[in-house]
């Protein structure tokens, strides 16, 4: 099963599922610089154009749609589910 991505900005994707952290920049902030995103596996964090409430929003989005997939393949049981 294919998982989520979130769009980050300017071409930038992470997978929804290995984003543990957001921190919005406050003096740095320009030029594109919204949010840093902390990655599973990746070092130090990729930096967002987008802020981290948008993000957060396709991060709920990306687990709900997840969620609706995996009930939709559930076997049904009974003719009357």
């Given amino acids: 099963m294919a998982v989520p991505m979130v769009f980050l900005g300017h071409g930038?994707?992470?997978r929804a599922d290995?984003?543990?952290a957001l921190e919005p920049i406050g003096e740095?902030?320009?030029d594109g610089r919204r949010t840093r995103v902390w990655v599973e596996g990746i070092?130090?964090?990729?930096i967002?154009?987008?802020?981290?409430?948008?993000i957060l929003?396709?991060?709920?989005?990306?687990?709900?749609d997840d969620a609706a997939i995996r009930r939709s393949?559930?076997?049904?049981?009974s003719l009357f589910e």
């Avoid at 070092?43 to 990729?46: F, V």
């Avoid at 967002?48 to 948008?54: D, F, K, L, Q």
């Avoid at 929003?57 to 709900?64: R, W």
């Fill in 12 to 14: 930038k994707y992470a």
């Fill in 18 to 20: 290995r984003i543990f």
């Fill in 28 to 30: 740095d902030r320009g």
């Fill in 43 to 46: 070092d130090e964090p990729l």
């Fill in 48 to 54: 967002a154009s987008r802020t981290e409430r948008p």
């Fill in 57 to 64: 929003a396709d991060m709920e989005q990306a687990q709900l």
């Fill in 73 to 77: 393949r559930r076997p049904q049981t």
